[in-house]
């Protein structure tokens, strides 16, 4: 205890081993990952590995060229009458979305996820999901072992640095999930990515609230689970979005928020029951034997 004391007596020396330790335990361990990921990724790109459990996202690339989708975040402005009206659209879910169809009948065309804890929790039911592909992080395939199966579809997520604390908020955007998927802090950000490779033109987001409430009412269907960094997460969302306008309107790719409510204005904001009728898509949602056309 003496030596430590003297150690922390010397604010040089001290202020110097602190440092050490900090690259230690968080800089260095960054960058070795990060060096083995894009050693990995280069090698998958030039077709260098060929094992890679990437593979099957090249069958979706410009699947939906000029088309558009619903990426539909699970904030608490979502509502199952909102569900029900998307039920002709070609529609990405996420995580908890799976505990509301015990309320409807419709269901995503695509599902995605990347947060372990959120797979670990929610595993019975996304295991059992029955849609045209899952979007699955490679981290979870990584920590949690999954067994994949014909409709997993795995991206590649590069982390950046965003598990170092007391960073600038940053992120990139790619147009090639196969080669990578930037983490945007949200699941969301990664499924936009993964919509413009497979070629949607027209994106609408709807249930990005960009907003965690104290009251711990943070998402459409509440399952226990609560984002450890819910009082910057909005912020650190909205600095992703941003990235993701600027690549959007670089690429003629137009990107609209559908959500009722909330914090996100990067996007235009469009009125989802307008846009339906519009479109002609508009359902008819049924309750207790009573449909009415909403």
Not at 48 to 67: F, V
Not at 89 to 98: D, K, L, P, Q
Request: glycine share 6%; charged share 25%.
């Amino acid at each position: 205890m003496e030596f430590k004391e003297k150690l922390k007596a010397n604010p040089f020396i001290y202020s110097g081993i602190k440092k050490i330790r900090k690259f230690q335990f968080s800089y260095y361990p960054y960058l070795q990952t990060t060096f083995v990921f894009n050693m990995k990724k280069y090698f998958r790109i030039f077709g260098i590995d060929r094992k890679n459990p990437y593979k099957r996202l090249k069958k979706i690339k410009d699947k939906h060229k000029g088309e558009r989708c619903f990426i539909i975040a699970t904030g608490p402005s979502l509502t199952i009458e909102d569900l029900e009206k998307l039920k002709d659209e070609i529609t990405i879910g996420m995580n908890s979305i799976c505990l509301a169809f015990d309320e409807t009948d419709w269901r995503p065309t695509y599902y995605g996820i990347q947060d372990e804890n959120v797979y670990a929790r929610l595993r019975g039911q996304i295991e059992s999901l029955d849609v045209e592909c899952k979007f699955i992080s490679h981290t979870i395939l990584e920590r949690l072992n999954i067994a994949v199966t014909n409709n997993d579809y795995i991206f590649p997520m590069d982390m950046l640095n965003h598990h170092i604390e007391n960073h600038k908020y940053n992120t990139r955007f790619s147009n090639n999930a196969f080669a990578v998927v930037y983490n945007g802090y949200t699941v969301t950000y990664s499924l936009i990515q993964i919509a413009v490779y497979m070629g949607f033109k027209e994106i609408y987001l709807i249930g990005t609230d960009c907003n965690y409430s104290n009251d711990m009412k943070h998402h459409f269907k509440e399952y226990g689970h609560v984002d450890p960094t819910y009082l910057s997460a909005g912020e650190m969302m909205i600095s992703a979005y941003k990235v993701a306008k600027k690549y959007a309107d670089r690429n003629n790719i137009k990107i609209y928020n559908a959500t009722r409510g909330g914090m996100l204005e990067v996007f235009e904001r469009v009125n989802l029951d307008d846009l339906l009728k519009e479109s002609g898509s508009e359902q008819p949602f049924t309750s207790a034997g009573v449909t009415t056309l909403l």
